[in-house]
Every structure is written in structure tokens, then in C-alpha cells.
């Protein structure tokens, strides 16, 4: 009898020890928010939950660069629209002043104006973006043009590129000489030479120049239309990458943070088993003392 007893208190008592590690478990889960504290809760979820981080954070880093990205295009974008505005107004100037009628005084008076236009492009490809110059290729800290006559390129070719998603990279940059020149030309270059065409009243020049400012406009147009696709594949990148992102961090929530409901459920079902498991010890102790004194 009193073996029996015994047996059947030390099944108790380690039935209320592993209720009270239980408990222990499901109440720390509740506080902390998460299921997994420590890598021998769930080592396949620990190891699972670490690759869905490492994804998110290349997400993440991915989020900022095409931010970066579009920070860049965008400034650059904005110069370039303001270059088109200046390009129209210098082509309108020139088929005024090509006109027979103008004087030399009018196309002096002319002049003027298209002298302020070739600053103002000159200023253009000097944009600065966080104190680097976009337009001059890996040469950031370097202003991309000389002054005139030659305006003469100073940057080089290179194309700053970021990783967008995966091995995916984008340039983020156009350097200077793809934007502001034609067949070596550049585009202060050409207002330049109008500029004198226009001082000298020479006729023939000042219509050359109009084929010349044509071709320098198409060619901003191209770079805005090369810009535009890339704010466009950004754009789309983006929302693909925030859908990814969003359904990597559900995985991960699963995998790693408390089911609150399941943790009030099991704790107070454990809370239960606590109670049953104190009752049915003290009826044994109880039972037990009897034997004893009988």
C-alpha cells in the first residue's frame, strides 16, 4: 500500500513540475510577445525565422537603394526638363533672328538673351545632388564642364549603379557627355557659336544653328525618355518588392511571435491541471496519514 502511494505521489509531483515548466513556457511566451526566446524552444523554427530574416533585410537594403535610385533620376529628370525649356526658348530666339528682316542691332539685342541661355545650360550640367555631380560620371566631386569657349567634358563615363533585387542593378546616374552633347559638341558649345553667329550677323550660321539646337533638344528628349523607363521599372520593382516583403514578415510572425489566444487558452488549461493535480496530492497525503495512523 505504502508503495503504491509513493508511486503514485511521485507521478504527481513530476505531472506538477512539468505543468509548472509548461506554464513557465506559455507565461514568458505572453509576456515576450514571441514563441521562440531561445534556440532550444524550436530549432527548426530558429533556423527557419533567421532565413526569412536575412530575405527581409535584402529587401530592405534593396527599398533603399531604389529610393537612392529614384532620388537621383529624378533630380536629374528635373534639370533635364528645365534644359528643354531653355533648348525651346534658344530655337525660338534663333528662327527670330533668322528672319531677313533683322538687323544687326536686333540680332546683337538677341544675342544677349542667347548668351543667358548658354549659362543657364552651363549651370544645368553642373547640377549637384547631396553635394555630388550628377552629370559627371564616377567623378562626383568634379564639376563636369570647363568654362567656355570649349566647355570641354572633365568627367568620364562611369554609370554608378545600385543592386534593386536580386543581382538586378540599375545606373542611377547618365554622365555628362551622353546628355549635354552631340558629335562632340556640347550644347553651351552650340549656343556659344550662335551667340557669335548672331554678334557677326552672319545669316547662314545663325540657320545652322537651328538644325544644331534641334538635335540637342532630341537628345535631352532621349535621355528623358531613358529616365522615364527606369522610374517606371523602378516603380513596379517596388511594389513587387513590398508585396515580397510583406508576405516574408507574415511568414516570419508565424514562425516566431505568441498566438496570444493559444497563450491564455494554455495557460489557463494549465492553471486547471495545476489545480486537479494539488487536489488529487492532497487527497493522497491525506489517505496516507490515515494508513499511518491506523
Known amino acids: 500500500m505504502r508503495i503504491a502511494t509513493a508511486s503514485m505521489f511521485n507521478q504527481l509531483n513530476r505531472s506538477f513540475h512539468n505543468n509548472l515548466r509548461t506554464l513557465s513556457r506559455w507565461t514568458n511566451m505572453l509576456a515576450t510577445g514571441k514563441k521562440i526566446n531561445k534556440p532550444s524552444d524550436d530549432v527548426t523554427g530558429m533556423m527557419r525565422s533567421m532565413d526569412y530574416r536575412v530575405s527581409i533585410n535584402e529587401l530592405q537594403q534593396h527599398k533603399e537603394n531604389i529610393n537612392e535610385a529614384e532620388s537621383n533620376l529624378s533630380f536629374a529628370d528635373t534639370a533635364m526638363s528645365s534644359m528643354e525649356d531653355v533648348l525651346s526658348r534658344a530655337r525660338e530666339l534663333a528662327l527670330q533672328a533668322a528672319n531677313g528682316t533683322q538687323t544687326q542691332q536686333s540680332r546683337a539685342s538677341i544675342a544677349k538673351e542667347i548668351g543667358s541661355l548658354r549659362d543657364e545650360v552651363f549651370r544645368l550640367s553642373g547640377s549637384s545632388f547631396k553635394n555630388r555631380h550628377i552629370f559627371s560620371g564616377f567623378k562626383t566631386d568634379t564639376s563636369p564642364f ?46 556659344d557659336i550662335l ?62 511571435d505568441t498566438d496570444i489566444a493559444e497563450a491564455v487558452t494554455e495557460i489557463s488549461k494549465t492553471e486547471v491541471a495545476l489545480e486537479s493535480l494539488r487536489q488529487s496530492g492532497a487527497d493522497i497525503l491525506s489517505r496516507s496519514l490515515l494508513n499511518f495512523l491506523r
Open 195 to 256: 551667340y557669335n553667329d548672331l554678334m557677326a550677323n552672319n545669316q547662314t550660321g545663325i540657320e545652322n544653328a537651328i538644325t544644331d539646337i534641334d538635335s540637342a533638344f532630341d537628345q535631352v528628349a532621349n535621355v528623358r525618355a531613358d529616365i522615364g523607363a527606369r522610374l517606371n521599372r523602378l516603380d513596379n520593382l517596388k511594389s513587387s518588392i513590398e508585396n515580397r516583403d510583406y508576405t516574408l514578415k507574415g511568414f516570419l510572425s508565424e514562425t516566431v
Open 146 to 191: 570647363g568654362s567656355g569657349p570649349g566647355f570641354n567634358y572633365q568627367g568620364d563615363s562611369g554609370e554608378i549603379k545600385v543592386v534593386i533585387d536580386g543581382n538586378t542593378t540599375m545606373a542611377i546616374n547618365i554622365p555628362g557627355d551622353q546628355v549635354f552633347s552631340v558629335g562632340g559638341t556640347t550644347h553651351m558649345e552650340t549656343l
